[in-house]
């Protein structure tokens, strides 16, 4: 198995999409009381919901990644934390709106400190993958991550120990955490255990 780059494959097989955390928001059948809540109301959750229709086009939105970072971000700003994992993955993806590592680190963080997960591996990812590597605050990231058995935490944890990156190369260390994601569903998991002999 060829050496896996850390950062794209965080960027690309971790971080993609919007928060999975989405598709439990509160349904709104009438458009016009969504944009009340989320507008005049100030309501987060309503926010981070009009940012998810505008970012995938659901319920009758047209997809419009400028109008999903402005609720996103509203949202974001009040605490919401799938909201800031959602902006944080914008700026680091630059593909929506241009790429800016620091208003990535900085939304990751803020959801990160709220215990989000998914925003915990990302952070991790980017202290691990950027010039100025901070190997110990991204282990420690992970650790977190891991204890909630996250399968992403366990998936990177794996390619650590695989590459030999801020541990000691240990290919059954990474075949026991390839394992761990497998078993907790995600099946690049599985594909990574298979590769290792």
């Given amino acids: 198995m060829k050496k896996l780059l850390l950062s794209a494959f965080i960027m690309i097989n971790l971080l993609t999409g919007c928060s999975s955390d989405y598709n439990e928001v509160e349904t709104y059948n009438d458009k016009d009381v969504l944009y009340k809540k989320a507008a005049v109301l100030q309501d987060a959750a309503a926010q981070f919901t009009l940012g998810g229709n505008y970012y995938f086009g659901y319920n009758g939105y ?60 990302g952070l991790a990812g980017i202290y691990l993958t950027t010039n100025n590597k901070n190997s110990p605050k991204g282990l420690e990231l992970l650790k977190q991550a891991l204890k909630s058995n996250s399968p992403q935490a366990q998936l990177v944890m794996g390619v650590l120990y695989y590459n030999g990156t801020a541990v000691s190369q240990d290919t059954n260390e990474a075949k026991r955490y390839f394992d761990m994601a497998c078993k907790n569903g995600l099946q690049k998991g599985c594909e990574l255990s298979k590769d290792i002999k």
């Fill in 62 to 121: 047209t997809q419009d990644y400028s109008q999903a970072k402005k609720w996103f971000e509203a949202s974001a700003k009040q605490g919401h934390a799938s909201a800031q994992y959602n902006l944080g993955l914008m700026y680091l993806k630059g593909k929506v709106i241009p790429k800016d590592l620091n208003k990535a680190k900085l939304w990751l963080e803020k959801a990160s400190n709220q215990g989000h997960l998914e925003a915990q591996v």
